[in-house]
């Protein structure tokens, strides 16, 4: 087991994965830029390392300065959360020429499923559905338009190294797919640093459900059930639950063995999420997260099983101490991203000084945060203040519970979405569990841009 673990990362990630590593009697080592001299995580670790000023291709983007803090405080492994650093392959090999042991999945496999197009081909030939659409990067707009009208419009133009909802246009006819294809490649460009783009069918309204996977070196993959995240703002989630609502048991399996045959096909090891597309009992492949998610913690609460002990468990070599047999799914948990935002106005950041705050507790409520009272939202980075989770013994309670501890969180300072979760929370096809990706555009009651 690791003596020391360095986390390349901060806010309430970095927090988590320094619980876990205390609970495993690991030593932990924070880094934290300028701007986060005072976050809790640099304040609650072992030791703590400035890397450099906020921004952070000078901070937590920094592999040389995340590298010699390894180097300094002597952390033999690293753990990079999400985001930033956590699906960089070049930073998981650098790590292994360093001698620090990168908690992920070997860099082949990030590199692999990084790359969109060449995703597909390999899920195809490992037997996962795809969705229909071109096999790799489309190049012309000849080839895009033989494809376009081989799979019939409309269709979705897709960066292939793309995420977070960048560089994405859906397509209804021949007339819009040049301009799309070149707004597509620009914003891929300007946000990956890679042009390529790929063409898929577009499912139409289709919910968004993933597979939460852990994978040990030994050849040992295991499914712990699924998440629905289809309440989704342009891409973005902000509603997630566990299990989905319409989920039955012979589709979960069929979708949890999928995802096993995903990993499998890309050599992957450690924690992963395969994400599908779910519409009526047909699913499709649509990505794997290489990392851990931000949703993990519904899956914790439902399958009792802790995803980033576990993480730290394989990256040291570690068997995976139970097998698919001893997956039960139990419960109900809904997580809501609590985040310093203002929905009245297209959902504009607000960062500033937290002047008042209380968060809510009791039976079932946890919540994931790095936040407290005189805590600065710097404008820096993501603005998110708390995960909010909700566990019951069956969805309706869940609901119930996170409406009540929606309605008990309180922030003083800046401007919270606290009261659009709420309220999204109370309409009737959301409480009902008849929602869908596109469900937030359509419900224009739920619409409060200025």
């Known amino acids: 087991m690791f003596h020391k673990v360095l986390i390349a990362n901060r806010g309430e990630i970095a927090v ?22 005072t976050a809790l995580h640099a304040q609650i670790a072992d030791e703590a390392i400035c890397i450099g000023p906020a921004k952070t291709a000078d901070s937590y983007l920094n592999i040389k300065a995340i590298l010699a803090a390894c180097e300094r ?27 620090v042991t990168f908690i992920g999945p070997p860099p082949s496999a990030m590199e692999l499923m990084g790359d969109k197009a060449q995703a597909k081909t390999t899920m195809k030939n490992g037997g996962v559905p795809v969705i229909p659409g071109s096999d790799g990067v489309v190049k012309t707009l000849e080839e895009a338009l033989q494809i376009a009208n081989e799979v019939g419009y409309p269709v979705m133009v897709k960066a292939s190294a793309g995420g977070g909802g960048r560089g994405i246009r859906q397509v209804k006819n021949d007339s819009e797919l040049e301009a799309a294809m070149t707004a597509a490649r620009q914003e891929a460009l300007a946000f990956f640093g890679d042009d390529g783009i790929y063409i898929e ?14 994978a040990d070196n030994y050849g040992n ?33 069929a979708m949890g063995e999928a995802a096993v045959k995903a990993a499998v096909a890309c050599g992957y090891h450690n924690a992963g999420t395969v994400e599908f597309l779910l519409s009526g009992k047909d699913f499709y492949f649509m990505e794997m997260n290489t990392r851990i998610q931000v949703e993990h913690p ?63 507790g009791g039976p079932g409520i946890r919540i994931d945060s790095a936040v407290y009272q005189g805590y600065e939202i710097s404008p820096y980075y993501d603005s998110m203040i708390a995960k909010l989770i909700a566990y019951a013994p ?16 309180l922030v ?12 999204l929370l109370k309409d009737p096809n959301v409480e009902a569990g008849n929602y869908d990706i596109g469900y937030l555009g359509r419900s224009k009651h739920l619409n409060t841009q200025k």
Request: charged share 25%; hydrophobic share 40%.
């Open 16 to 37: 988590r994965i320094i619980r876990a590593c205390r609970e495993l009697g690991i030593g932990t080592v924070a880094v934290f830029s300028e701007a986060d001299r």
């Open 73 to 99: 405080t002597g952390a033999e492994a690293v753990h990079p959360g999400f985001g930033f650093l956590s699906e960089n392959a070049n930073f998981a090999r650098m790590c292994e020429k360093c001698g």
């Open 201 to 214: 069918k577009f499912i139409e309204d289709p919910r968004h459900v993933e597979i939460q996977v852990l």
């Open 221 to 253: 993959v295991v499914y712990l059930g699924e998440r629905d995240c289809s309440l989704q703002r342009r891409n973005q989630k902000l509603i997630e639950e566990c299990p989905c609502p319409i989920m039955t048991p012979s589709l979960r399996k």
């Open 298 to 360: 519904i899956t914790e609460m439902v399958t009792g099983i802790d995803l980033v002990k576990n993480q730290i468990l394989i990256a040291a070599g570690r068997h995976l101490d139970f097998e698919q047999e001893d997956v039960a799914m139990r419960g109900h948990a809904i997580e809501c991203r609590v985040n310093a935002e203002n929905p009245e106005f297209d959902f504009r950041p607000s960062p500033g000084k937290i002047q008042g705050l209380h968060m809510p």
């Open 394 to 409: 069956t969805r309706q309670e869940a609901i119930m519970k996170m409406k009540w501890a929606l309605a008990e969180f």
């Open 412 to 423: 003083e300072g800046v401007d919270t979405n606290i009261d659009f979760q709420l309220n």
